[in-house]
């Protein structure tokens, strides 16, 4: 029988856990999308990402105030969204690692941020600053200081990533 804790397949979890163990604490991923920019209509760009199991495109559209359709999400709301889906599975994973198990988790994020460096050149900070507010049935304080060490959207948020731009 499959142990599932907080939505988390334990199994699979600990077979993850021994091949890092293995590798002296290292498992290498890479993710790949590739993407489309459109010159009419909406969305304004769309990129095919998928899963183990499935294919979708998603589509993204700027806001009315930076000359967009405003139809479809924006590049922010897919950021926040990865962030804020990132760390709630981070803390359900570690809650499910210690054996805690919960019953309610809901998240609400918060993106401080300032368009102005987007049209009009200066030194400006874009983002100010991100809070993600976490409500649970049970106290977790301890477990989301683990999750946010050990959430991977939030470590690219937090520590510089090597970043290379390159026209081919």
């Known amino acids: ?7 988390i397949d ?44 499935a294919k979708f495109i998603l589509g993204a559209d700027e806001p009315g105030v930076l000359g967009g359709q405003g139809t479809h999400a924006t590049p922010l709301n897919y950021l926040m969204m990865g962030v804020m889906s990132c760390f709630a599975s981070t803390v359900a994973i570690q809650a499910a690692k210690r054996g805690v198990r919960l019953n309610k988790l809901n998240f609400t994020g918060h993106l401080y941020y300032d368009i102005g460096p987007v049209v009009e050149d200066s030194n400006f900070p874009i983002i100010k600053s991100i809070k993600i507010d976490v ?28 970043t290379e731009i390159a026209q081919i």
């Open 135 to 162: 409500e649970s049935d049970k106290d977790i304080r301890d477990i989301l200081i683990a999750s946010r060490k050990a959430c991977p959207a939030l470590y690219a948020m937090i520590n510089p990533i090597p």
């Open 1 to 7: 029988m499959v142990k599932i804790i907080n939505n």
């Open 10 to 53: 334990m199994e699979k979890l600990e077979q993850t856990s021994k091949k890092v163990h293995e590798n002296g604490g290292h498992f290498g991923s890479e993710k790949h999308i590739k993407g489309e920019f459109h010159f009419e209509g909406s969305p304004m760009f769309t990129a095919e990402l998928s899963s183990e199991k």
